[in-house]
């Protein structure tokens, strides 16, 4: 019996089906809304009246391909792309109170305490940190149901020549 089930559990464990269309629509979905959302968490959508005047088509769709591209390894997923993540999620309170990263956030922020610290997080609204959670779920979503997507090493590198199409203007 305990060699039957250890058969049925190594052969279960080296079956694994294809993705289907609800995973490309997960990945996208997150990557997408990630992408639409990142703008406002760097604080380019400051002083603005919408976030929808800092969006370009060109730099959602390079998000979500890098972020795509990312993934696909688990050394870049883990030490490139979800560090990423985070460093947007904890930037995004600062980037929509004060706007672009400069010199002058990089010096208050080294230069503060634990007790300044609190009392900033305690001026923000909820609604900012609902849109970092949010910012932070469609990325983490995005990047884990991208990687249950396997594509060839060509094809990876057929992203990366479009992203520096892409980047020119």
């Not at 039957?4 to 269309?21: D, I, M, R, V, Y």
């Not at 979500?64 to 688990?74: D, E, G, H, K």
């Not at 208050?108 to 909820?126: D, K, M, R, S, Y």
């Not at 057929?158 to 992203?163: H, M, P, R, S």
Request: aromatic share 14%; hydrophobic share 55%.
């Amino acid at each position: 019996m305990l060699l039957h089930k250890s058969k049925f559990c190594a052969l279960s464990n080296s079956f694994t089906l294809p993705p289907t269309l609800f995973v490309y629509l997960i990945a996208v979905t997150g990557l997408l809304v990630f992408s639409l959302l990142l703008p406002a968490a760097m604080g380019f959508a400051h002083g603005k009246p919408s976030i929808v005047e800092a969006w370009d088509w060109k730099n959602i769709l390079f998000v979500v391909l890098i972020f795509f591209a990312l993934s696909q390894y688990r050394i870049t997923r883990w030490f490139v792309a979800l560090p990423l993540i985070l460093i947007f999620g904890l930037y995004m309170p600062a980037g929509l109170l004060y706007g672009k990263p400069s010199l002058i956030v990089s010096i208050a922020v080294l230069q503060t305490n634990p007790a300044e610290a609190g009392e900033f997080l305690t001026n923000i609204p909820w609604q900012v940190f609902a849109g970092v959670i949010g910012l932070l779920a469609s990325g983490f979503i995005g990047v884990f149901y991208s990687s249950k997507i396997r594509v060839s090493a060509k094809i990876i590198l057929g992203i990366g020549v479009a992203q520096n199409i892409l980047s020119f203007p």
